[in-house]
T-cell receptor, first 113, second 113 residues
Framework: AQSVSQHNHHVILSEAASLELGCNYSYGGTVNLFWYVQYPGQHLQLLLKYFSGDPLVKGIKGFEAEFIKSKFSFNLRKPSVQWSDTAEYFCAVTLYGNNRLAFGKGNQVVVIP | DGGITQSPKYLFRKEGQNVTLSCEQNLNHDAMYWYRQDPGQGLRLIYYSQIVNDFQKGDIAEGYSVSREKKESFPLTVTSAQKNPTAFYLC????????????FGQGTRLTVV
């Protein structure tokens, strides 16, 4: 079955530490890839997206993600986190030309000041 | 402001009662979606609609119903047949071709007692 996998559901780290969140998908074919973030008490918002072109994608707030087609992965990174990065992060996938989004189970990230 | 409005933010209902959650968008999007968010489960698709007067079941449609009589509106009814209705419900919209991101509402937290 098609799926999106995110590991290490709970991540706790200190300010200035580096963050990497893994995302793997099992879809065949061309995919569109997204990372969404949900800050406490706020609505889900887009961090970054990949449709085509350069596999290294820059997003908001210093986040970036790399699409590795051979590994079916789209890992999210930030070199130095801040307390304000405390949030839940979701990876999501659609098949090209199909708007049905499938989500991973999310990563709850807590940054300690 | 363009966006998606869900109402109410919090909803309490007695067991056995049907309840309808509102979702309105002014983004002129054709596609609309309902997701259910539970801790550690990510977002699971309940129903989606690609166009007015058309909708399809998602992964967890049992116990839910929807209608799409207007482009702007996609209400979700949680029926008494839904075995575990207490959850956070998110509405989203997007273009139909899937080549843009989805936009999300603030969510409705439903508690059934």
């Amino acid at each position: 079955a098609q799926s999106v996998s995110q590991h290490n559901h709970h991540v706790i780290l200190s300010e200035a530490a580096s963050l990497e969140l893994g995302c793997n998908y099992s879809y065949g074919g061309t995919v569109n890839l997204f990372w969404y973030v949900q800050y406490p008490g706020q609505h889900l918002q887009l961090l970054l997206k990949y449709f085509s072109g350069d596999p290294l994608v820059k997003g908001i707030k210093g986040f970036e993600a790399e699409f590795i087609k051979s590994k079916f992965s789209f890992n999210l990174r930030k070199p130095s986190v801040q307390w304000s990065d405390t949030a839940e992060y979701f990876c999501a996938v659609t098949l090209y030309g199909n708007n049905r989004l499938a989500f991973g189970k999310g990563n709850q990230v807590v940054v300690i000041p | 402001d363009g966006g998606i409005t869900q109402s109410p933010k919090y909803l309490f209902r007695k067991e056995g009662q049907n309840v309808t959650l509102s979702c309105e968008q002014n983004l002129n999007h054709d596609a609309m979606y309902w997701y259910r968010q539970d801790p550690g489960q990510g977002l699971r698709l309940i129903y989606y609609s690609q166009i007015v007067n058309d909708f399809q079941k998602g992964d967890i449609a049992e116990g839910y119903s929807v209608s799409r009589e207007k482009k702007e509106s996609f209400p979700l009814t949680v029926t008494s047949a839904q075995k575990n209705p207490t959850a956070f419900y998110l509405c989203a919209s997007s273009t139909r071709d899937g080549n843009t991101e989805a936009f999300f509402g603030q969510g409705t937290r439903l508690t059934v007692v």
